[in-house]
């Protein structure tokens, strides 16, 4: 084994290198100015929440209005015009919100393998905070939003955001927001999987779920 | 699908130019010269970077701070390369008490060893990997090959380019050299030797390409036990490591295997959480000028239930301390590997990637290889003659990498010789012998670096001092001189030269 001497080396070379940073310099004292914006423009929560379902849209995500007590028959119909049969849940998700679909739940539980989960047809998620400013769903696997294979396996992911606190504007707010949840496996999605490595032509849906569609939810859906 | 890696391929034919171990190319020029005779090769590349770096443009100009969040970023870098060692330490530990297993590797040879090793010890034959740089730069595919592990790369780019028996010509389209039919015919004739067959009938329509690439890959992506990647940040205080992608792939690689490996260069530490707020905003729209990429993942060490259950960190050197070592050089560690440089450079638009001898092409490539490698041959040597030093890309860097600056210092330690770090030690190198002409040159350069205001009015210095360079340069530079396809030093500022020329071909 010579990860202890590489170690060591490693670091050794480092401080040699540095020869020329005064000894009395401490990491944090190389000057870094925060002088960029927190915000990127003056915008009410209404207007805010326009710029998310653009920026989402502009992405090739799917985006719905509701409100908390229309978001289980919307839920429904959107399962039913997809086809989907076996749709999973993760634990956490409230009960109420598939009741009107007729479809198959699955609850996600440990034993369920990848391959399990490449037959689901859809996942409904939660989310942790979205991103007006670039059209960005935050998953940090908390109640609601299960483990990263869960939206990644199946082709359909549907998440549900509260629009009422869970819409920050920017991407220096979000990472604010997720400091305390930091150590979690955090997932940010910006509309479907994609690539342009083809003649730098936009393909949608790649390995990610192929079909993303987000519901803004006005008022709070988790008592539904 | 064979298990016992005798029918890994052994990709005879996709070396390097320059990459040790293999027969090298002679130096930039002539493989550039070569390149710039393919004229496929030079339109797909023309296409793809005007088209990438437009997009870019308007990207960055959505945000009114991009100035100040560039500032910010370089400061940040900064600040973490001059204790480098202390961040690296904490980050150490921070990944330690999350349940994941550092290792530090000194040089390629070292990474590959720690690497096969681990995936040895989980009694597998096979990894699924995201595309890293780091990984290619130390040639992990082939030293896994030898001990008979199957790598197989799985971003879309990579995979046409393992599947082809190629080499990546771009750090962000790696098949940019590559049109439809191309990849139309490398995947009908090659995915069945790599596993899932191309469908019947497949057509060079980019959807059913996209459609290929995704079931020939979602079977390995369902049995893979050990992944391998890179990273593009790692979170000192936190220990949390950030990838960034488009397709999937990354997150297929990060998530479903028991075991995950990344392998990631020292300069890749940032100290803290909130420091990603800055390079979240740059990356994304500065490389694949979008608000933000598809997919980013975030992880630290392991979590019960959630992805990989072991997780180790090989923290890569091979070449990085000497870069830090030198204080005009030091800044190249910046890189956040955002292409942008590559897609505004003239020359790269001309000689392709290829050229470079290495996986950094352009123009970080011009000063990256020779520093990581040494000036060790006449590739490396020939290098940082790869510029007509016009500065586009320091002017695009979202980092603001000086690179001209960089170019004219290791032309000067080509030119003249001079201190540097060898494998962490200090040794005094000899002008390389065919750039004795070119002193006098350099010493005109250097004077324009003594005066500063003649570099601040956004001429770059050779354009002062051209009447004190060679018509034809000499040694490497005389080569490229030779392919006529550029002005070598630039009478004109870069927008007048830019917007006579075009990119045309004279
Ligand atoms: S040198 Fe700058 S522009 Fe070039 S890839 Fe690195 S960060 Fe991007």
């Not at chain 2, 979008?290 to 959630?306: I, K």
């Amino acid at each position: 084994m010579s990860g202890g001497t590489s170690r060591e080396r490693i670091l050794g070379r480092v401080r040699r290198a540095l020869a020329d940073v005064p000894r009395e310099e401490r990491p944090e004292d190389h000057p870094v100015v925060r002088d960029y914006l927190r915000v990127h423009g003056e915008r009410s929560p209404a207007e805010t929440l326009d710029l998310l379902a653009g920026n989402l849209a502009d992405y090739r995500a799917l985006v719905h209005r509701v409100d908390a007590a229309g978001l289980p028959a919307l839920l429904a119909r959107l399962l039913a015009e997809r086809g989907a049969h076996r749709v999973l849940a993760p634990a956490g998700l409230p009960r109420g919100w598939l009741r009107d679909a007729r479809v198959d739940v699955l609850s996600d539980t440990p034993a369920l393998t990848a391959r399990e989960l490449d037959v689901v047809d859809s996942v409904v998620t939660g989310c942790a905070l979205a991103i007006a400013e670039t059209g960005t769903l935050v998953l940090d696997a908390g109640p609601g939003q299960g483990r990263r294979a869960l939206t990644l396996v199946p082709d359909h992911h549907l998440c549900v955001v509260r629009t009422a606190d869970q819409v920050v504007d920017s991407v220096p707010q979000a990472l604010e927001r997720l400091a305390p949840v930091a150590a979690r496996p955090l997932t940010w999605v910006s509309g479907p999987s994609a690539t342009s490595d083809i003649e730098l032509d936009r393909v949608e849906g790649v390995h990610g779920p192929r079909t993303l569609e987000v519901l803004l939810v006005a008022g709070d859906p988790r008592p539904v | 699908m064979s298990r016992d890696g005798s029918d890994v391929p052994r990709g005879g034919g996709a070396t390097y130019l320059g990459m040790p171990a293999f027969p090298r190319a002679a130096d930039f020029p002539r493989a550039a010269d070569t390149a710039t005779r393919d004229g496929r090769l030079r339109a797909n590349l023309r296409h793809a970077t005007h088209t990438i770096r437009a997009k870019r443009a308007r990207a960055v100009a959505e945000l009114d701070d991009w100035a100040r969040l560039r500032e910010a970023g370089a400061a940040i870098k900064d600040r973490t390369l001059r204790h480098l060692d202390h961040h690296l330490v904490r980050l150490e530990e921070a990944v330690t008490r999350a349940g994941g297993t550092v290792h530090w590797a000194a040089d390629a040879a070292e990474a590959n060893r720690i690497v096969t090793d681990l995936v040895r010890a989980t009694g597998e034959r096979e990894v699924v990997k995201v595309k890293s740089m780091a990984t290619q730069e130390i040639g992990l595919n082939e030293a896994l090959a030898e001990s008979g592990i199957r790598a197989y790369e799985t971003d879309l780019a990579e995979l046409i380019v393992q599947l082809g028996d190629d080499l990546p010509s771009h750090i962000l389209v790696p098949a940019i050299h590559r049109d439809r039919g191309e990849i139309r015919d490398i995947f009908r004739d090659r995915m069945a030797s790599w596993g899932r067959p191309a469908p019947e009938g497949l057509t060079d329509r980019p959807a059913e390409l996209a459609e290929a690439a995704r079931q020939h890959l979602r079977e390995k992506f369902l049995r893979a036990k050990v992944g391998v990647s890179g990273a593009n940040f790692m979170v000192a205080e936190t220990g949390t490591l950030v990838v960034v992608e488009s397709e999937g792939n990354g997150r297929m690689c990060l998530t479903l295997p028991e075991t995950l490996i990344s392998v990631v260069g020292i300069e890749k530490t940032v100290p803290t959480w909130r420091d990603l707020e800055v390079f979240l905003q740059l990356l994304p729209r500065s490389s694949t000028a979008e608000r933000m990429n598809p997919y980013t993942s975030m992880w630290t060490g392991t979590t019960d239930g959630d992805g990989p259950r072991v997780f180790h960190l090989v923290l890569l050197d091979n070449g990085r301390t000497d870069t830090l070592a030198d204080q005009v050089g030091r800044q190249a560690l910046r890189c956040i590997r955002c292409s942008a440089c590559l897609n505004v450079c003239p020359v790269y638009e001309r000689a392709g990637g290829h050229a470079y001898g290495s996986p950094y092409p352009g123009p970080i490539g011009a000063i990256l290889t020779p520093q990581l490698r040494g000036l060790a041959s006449p590739l490396e040597e020939s290098l940082p003659y790869a510029s007509s030093l016009c500065g586009a890309c320091f002017e695009v860097c979202p980092v603001a990498i000086d690179i001209p600056e960089v170019l004219v210092h290791l032309r000067e330690r080509v030119a003249e010789g001079g201190e540097v770090t060898v494998r962490g030690t200090r040794t005094v190198i000899r002008p390389a012998k065919r750039h004795a002409t070119e002193r006098a040159a350099m010493r005109a350069a250097r004077w324009a670096f003594d005066h500063p205001d003649a570099l601040r009015r956004g001429q770059r210095i050779l354009s002062r001092t051209r009447r004190l360079q060679p018509r034809r340069l000499p040694g490497p530079g005389r080569a490229w001189t030779d392919s006529r396809e550029l002005p070598a030093v630039p009478a004109e500022s870069f927008r007048d030269w830019w917007a006579r020329t075009r990119g045309g071909t004279s």
